[in-house]
């Protein structure tokens, strides 16, 4: 391949180095104003009364609105395929707050500083009620309903219970299997709250156009996820709505939600002024969204050989105020996780409840790195009890090519009977590969005598894309000079797919990757896409662009096979040349220019793709570490990873995002934690007392890529953005344990924990 597997430069990267105004913030409209939420002081109250009438005369305010000037249509912030599955819970603005920071007022003025002195003077009158703050409680509560809507869609028991969503699926009989083990062993795994934090914040700026239409300028994985939900909870037609996705600085699924763009449209169709409202660090850490806290309670049951009979999950989730991605996040813990052993009995059972705390949602990895946690962790502990080496059990039981995963038919995100059956898979390798590097088997001695040192590793698998829900357009347009216009739905937030999409682009069509001009993410302009999750735009919409790429080909075979009197087939697209089976040959140019002023036609194709399949990427990842014993400190100091995501298509890209997964998987593993108080408040809305990995922080990284070849991917690929943030967490807490034997059940292992844990060790 030319152009595929290159590490050709980043389609954005000279205008980032330059600094050009390419983020949602670098742009401006005369006459804008700037929003600011008032948020909830109370866990859990009634919104009885809203006094803008002090802040309406301040300098500079020019609105201020509550519950009773919107119109109450519950939905969902969730920004997923329709009909969501998420529950319809959530109003713009609700008579009733349900943790401190949920959204009371919005004030509008000329300048933020306006807003932000107008927020001191709204008179909110409130009636508080009992809060939970547990999510134990939460189960078990059910005097103190956080959500007791007259119609509210999709949630589990409403009205009734607390419970958001709950899943309870078996493969096999687990009790029975259970009873006829050598060894049962059983463990709790607790997943703390965890945020993005992605270095641009949430941003949106909307206004009404002169054709009276409401765009909406935002930093987004969803923009056409967000036009749909747009109308209908502004009650506008679509056709009125147009969406644009500038560059984005990082989501990480923490903008896989509509976060501040109905507050934003809002605003700009009542005042007829262009709005802008960008949340603080803070109201990142309030107001966005986390990773759900869990606790997950593996048990497993295995022959004195080590065979694993059955694997029962048990999760219980805390979505918080709201069910964002209740179902499928806490669905995904054990589907996109118990298929790494695929046994014969497995019983996955999980309550995700509403507390009063705040927001929990999509969070890279979407509920997988928790669930990885707790199954890699324990197959830790099986081979520990069991005697048996925890490589070679792994090896025994993972699974290998051809297996199907049990749970898939029974447990599709959204559409349920889909069997998926691994078509590729460089697990082996990957294991051999990265034991190999970490030199598992032989530890190297600790630095110092204080210090001892231990290796862990863990393996992890996802998807790529959501099988039979996800899909996404390309349109492919060839012009004059043998360049292409390729416009796509899919969202590059960082990420890099405007760069692997052209690439592949260029690849069908025989043209320097220069050539390829990529437009995306606009809902006027460009075809569809569900938007960047789940792992999905590289396979999915790589293969609409590979799709609508070929029939331009074919279209111009087609014309030149007129010409040249030879079989369409025959005629060669390679390195910017077209040749035919004789000496017959034209650059691409002189094609385009053939095709548009000789045969008269615009070659152009829009092509659709989805896919029945997820076909799964896989990772093996390997940590070592040295864990002080006089103070519990755990110094990471390598980390592999061996990655099969199918064909790789930008080498250097995919270890961009390998390397960058170990940092956040570090964080979760090591020190990571968003505290709340007794009331749900939180006590660390910053990055002095929440700490992510710095570059000063993060271990000598090895990255090993082990390609396959994917039949259902677009040139093999599969995908590669969320399984290596699977591994990491795990394999550090292994590799603690192996150090000084003490198991952290709870992360981030801080030195504290690690000690405490030392100290009990040697009562
Ligand atoms: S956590 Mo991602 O937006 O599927």
Redesign the pocket.
């Known amino acids: 391949m030319k152009v595929v597997g290159k590490n050709v430069i980043k389609i954005d990267a000279f205008k980032l180095a330059r600094g050009e105004p390419v983020f949602t913030d670098d742009f401006t409209r005369q006459g804008m104003l700037y929003a600011k939420v008032l948020r909830s002081p109370h866990p859990h109250a009634r919104i009885l009364n809203v006094d803008a009438a002090a802040a309406l005369k301040l300098d500079g305010v020019v609105d201020v609105i509550w519950h009773r000037d919107v119109k109450a249509i519950p939905h969902t912030r969730a ?1 997923q395929s329709y009909p969501e599955p998420s529950p319809y819970d959530t109003l713009i603005l609700s008579p009733k707050a349900r943790f401190i920071g949920d959204r009371v007022a919005v004030v509008v003025a000329e300048s933020v500083a306006q807003a932000i002195a107008a927020l001191d003077h709204i008179v909110v009158d409130y009636e508080e009620l009992p809060a939970l703050t547990d999510m134990d409680q939460s189960l078990t509560n059910s005097e103190i309903l956080i959500h007791e809507e007259p119609d509210p869609r999709g949630i589990s028991e409403a009205g009734m219970t607390n419970i958001a969503a709950r899943i309870d699926k078996q493969v096999g009989d687990v009790e029975a299997a259970l009873k006829e083990c050598d060894l049962v062993v059983t463990r709790d795994y607790h997943l703390p709250r965890v945020q993005a934090s992605h270095i641009e914040p949430h941003i949106s700026i909307a206004w009404v156009d002169e054709d009276d239409r409401l765009i909406v300028r935002t930093s987004t ?1 969803v923009p056409f996820h967000l036009r749909r939900m747009l109308a209908r909870i502004l009650e506008i037609p679509e056709a009125r709505i147009r969406v644009i996705k500038p560059r984005v600085g990082g ?6 939600e509509l976060v501040v763009e109905d507050l934003v449209g809002v605003l700009a169709l009542r005042t007829g002024r262009p709005v802008r409202l960008e949340f603080t660090r803070e109201e990142e850490f309030v107001a966005a969204r986390y990773r759900h806290p869990q606790r997950v309670t593996m048990t497993t049951g295995v022959m004195k050989d080590g065979t694993i009979v059955a694997n029962r999950m048990y999760v219980l989730a805390d979505t918080g105020a709201y069910g964002s ?1 209740a179902l499928t ?1 806490q669905g995904n813990t054990g589907q996109k996780v118990l298929p790494m052993y695929p046994v014969a009995n497995i019983h996955f059972k999980m309550d995700c409840v509403y507390t009063n705390n705040p927001i929990s949602g ?5 509920g997988a790195p928790q669930g990885c946690f707790a199954l890699e962790c324990h197959m830790d502990e099986v081979a520990r009890e069991l005697g048996m080496d925890r490589l070679e059990l792994r090896k025994k039981n993972h699974i290998k090519l051809g297996d199907t995963d049990p749970l898939s038919a029974k447990l599709g995100e959204g559409k349920e009977g889909l069997v998926r059956v691994v078509k590729s898979t460089g697990l082996e390798k990957a294991i051999e590969l990265g034991c190999e590097a970490i030199g598992w088997g032989n530890k190297r001695e600790p630095s110092a005598a204080h210090l001892k040192r231990g290796l862990g590793m863990a393996l992890a698998m996802q998807g790529s894309g959501i099988a039979g829900v996800d899909w996404g357009g390309a349109t492919v347009k060839l012009n004059d000079d043998g360049s292409v216009n390729l416009s796509v739905g899919a969202t590059d937030i960082g990420q890099g797919s405007d760069t692997v999409l052209a690439q592949m682009c260029a690849e069908e069509l025989g043209i320097p990757y220069e050539k390829v001009i990529i437009l995306s993410s606009d809902t006027d302009l460009t075809p569809f896409d569900v ?6 735009t590289t396979y999915i919409s790589g293969g609409a662009v590979v799709k609508a790429a070929a029939e331009v080909r074919g279209q111009l075979a087609g014309v030149l096979g007129s010409h040249w009197e030879c079989e369409p087939e025959d005629i060669v697209f390679s390195d910017g040349m077209v040749t035919g089976p004789g000496d017959q040959s034209m650059t691409i140019a002189e094609v385009a220019l053939f095709a548009l002023y000789k045969a008269m036609i615009q070659p152009m194709a829009t092509a659709s793709h989805m896919s029945n399949d997820s076909p799964p990427p896989f990772a093996a990842q390997f940590a070592e570490v040295e864990v002080d014993t006089e103070t519990g400190q755990v110094h990471l100091c390598r980390f592999v990873s061996a990655v099969d995501c199918g064909t790789v298509i930008h080498p250097k890209m995919v270890e961009g995002q390998i390397e960058g997964a170990v940092a956040q998987g570090m964080g979760y593993a090591l020190f990571e934690e968003v505290l709340l108080d007794r009331t749900g408040r939180v006590l660390t809305p910053d990055f002095l007392d929440y700490k992510i990995a710095s570059s000063l922080d993060v271990p000598e990284m090895v990255t090993i890529l082990v390609p396959t070849d994917e039949p259902t991917g677009p040139y093999g690929a599969k995908a590669a ?2 399984v290596p943030i699977d591994g990491p967490a795990p394999a550090i807490v292994n590799a603690i344990c192996d150090a000084v034997g003490v198991r952290m059940f709870r992360i981030p292992a801080t030195a504290e924990r690690v000690w405490r844990g030392l100290k009990e060790e040697t009562r």
């Not at 989501?251 to 896989?256: C, I, R, S, V």
């Not at 938007?531 to 999905?536: C, D, E, K």
């Open positions: 920004g994985q989501g990480f699924g923490d903008k896989q991605h996040v999509a969070f890279r990895g979407y938007g960047a999750y789940a792992s999905s953005g969320e």
